[in-house]
């Protein structure tokens, strides 16, 4: 069970948050200008990440607010929480805080 | 268009919807408050007996407190119109797990914009209460929800010097007083169902659990509840 530090709730289990997936997948400027295929990938492709990789969560039980979450999809490691709109933190600094004490991720 | 137009009258549950079905002459009988009281049925109704039964003199006790007036609320705090309802409530609460209270209701944070205000049953505008109104006019036509949602949830109120250990066995938040004080409220999940936990007091909880929830929840307490009505074990 992962515990995830919501942005606005703090820390909570899991089972109070949904997954949304890929963060950072921009809605087309123009949609009808694409090819199906293009519009098939917007729609359904995403990546597949080994290590650190953007995705939505949602506190579904709680705060009911979406979140952005950069996490290791080998380890599990939480590596930074941040808010919907927010650029993906650089991950150079966000190495440095987690070497800090009492895990300065929050 | 006068107030009785207003579209939130159409999301009443209960007495409303059911006078709306109803012959004049029982529409106007239903306006008397005792009539509307005796014609309702709590979620957990059924479960009196047993909650009481149940329930351990000076250890825990579980009973329902039926029919709370609620109403959620969603606007910007920032906003005038948020001004507006916190001069109603007494203030919309800043930060996850706070409340505000004054002489007619308690508000409780659900989240950055949204609120749920409750209020004792006779607040209602159906029993003589304005408490649905005047969040309404707060509101006027600015961006925002203010809707009735007194059907929407039942009370629990678990107290007791071990009721936080009965709750303990289905929620994994910190309820540990140095952390969960009184007068906190979160919404979370208890016995793998989501609910919203109010601490009223040193000892107790009460607990917002939907209306369909409410007999799942209710039996999940009371089995959390059992051991304590044995001996103790040495
Ligand atoms: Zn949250």
Not at chain 2, 34 to 59: N, Q, W
Request: charged share 25%; hydrophobic share 35%; proline share 6%.
């Amino acid at each position: 069970m992962l515990l995830i530090s919501c942005p606005n709730c703090g820390p909570r289990d899991e089972t109070e948050f949904h997954y949304g997936g890929q963060a950072h997948v921009a809605y087309p400027e123009n949609p009808d200008a694409l090819t199906d295929r293009e519009w098939a990938e917007y729609l359904f492709y995403r990546d597949n990440t080994k290590g650190n990789f953007a995705e939505r969560w949602v506190h579904s039980t709680g705060c009911r607010k979406w979140f952005n979450m950069l996490r290791d999809t080998v380890t599990y490691d939480i590596k930074a929480v941040y808010k919907m709109g927010e650029p993906r933190p650089d991950l150079t600094s966000a190495r440095q805080d987690a070497t800090s004490p009492e895990g300065a991720s929050k | 268009m006068s107030l009785w137009e207003k579209p939130y009258f159409s999301t009443l549950k209960g007495p409303v919807k059911m006078a709306e079905t109803a012959t004049p002459a029982e529409t106007a009988k239903s306006a008397n408050p005792e009539m509307l009281r005796a014609a309702r049925r709590s979620p957990a109704s059924h479960l009196a007996s047993t909650f009481e039964s149940g329930s351990v003199d000076g250890t825990v006790a579980l009973k329902e407190i039926p029919f709370q007036t609620m109403v959620g609320v969603r606007v910007d705090r920032a906003s005038d119109a948020g001004a507006r309802l916190a001069s109603v409530t007494g203030g919309l609460p800043a930060v996850c797990g706070e409340t505000i209270r004054n002489e007619r209701s308690t508000t409780l944070w659900l989240g950055p914009d949204e609120f749920l205000v409750v209020a004792p049953e006779t607040a209602h505008d159906s029993l003589g209460g304005d408490l649905v109104r005047a969040l309404v006019e707060a509101l006027g036509e600015h961006p925002g929800q203010v809707v009735d949602l007194s059907a929407n949830r039942t009370t629990f109120e678990l107290s007791g010097i071990r009721a936080r250990d009965v709750l303990e066995k289905g929620c994994s938040l910190d309820l540990h007083p140095r952390e969960f004080r009184t007068g906190t409220a979160l919404a979370t999940e208890i016995g793998n169902i989501p609910a919203i936990l109010f601490k009223t007091g040193e000892d107790r909880f009460r607990i917002f659990p939907r209306a369909s929830f409410a007999d799942f929840l209710g039996r999940w307490l009371l089995d959390g509840m059992r051991e304590f009505a044995s001996p103790e074990v040495p």
